[in-house]
């Protein structure tokens, strides 16, 4: 974690060309009790970007204990439905590791 207690997150991952309408109308309108978990999660600024097929989020973590808010959110059964219509848009990179869906990017600049 970052001096600010603050800690910044990117990932990314492929989007499947015949998912990216479905993809599109999934995140229109985004479930609440996703948004809930989001939050409880302690993840805040959460954001996805597209661009040539590619998805790129990023957020901000203020929580105290990231490993086990993660695992949290991977065990809430709302979230866990939310990602079987989420997952199939997305086409894992090659490079991601054993049952990571987003692969974590390293942060290498930031400035206030």
């Known amino acids: 974690m970052n001096l600010s207690g603050v800690r910044r997150v990117g990932s990314v991952i492929r989007l499947r060309p015949s998912m990216e309408e479905e993809y599109l109308r999934l995140h229109a309108s985004v479930w609440p009790e996703v948004l809930r978990q989001i939050h409880d999660s302690g993840m805040r ?11 790129f989020a990023y957020f901000e973590y203020v929580g105290d204990d990231f490993d086990a808010d993660m695992a949290r959110m991977a065990e809430d059964p709302v979230t866990r439905d939310w990602w079987e219509l989420t997952d199939p848009c997305q086409q894992r990179l090659e490079t991601a590791a054993e049952g990571e869906q987003w692969s974590p990017m390293r942060e290498v600049f930031h400035a206030d």
């Open 45 to 55: 600024n959460y954001t996805i970007f597209l661009r040539d097929g590619w998805l």
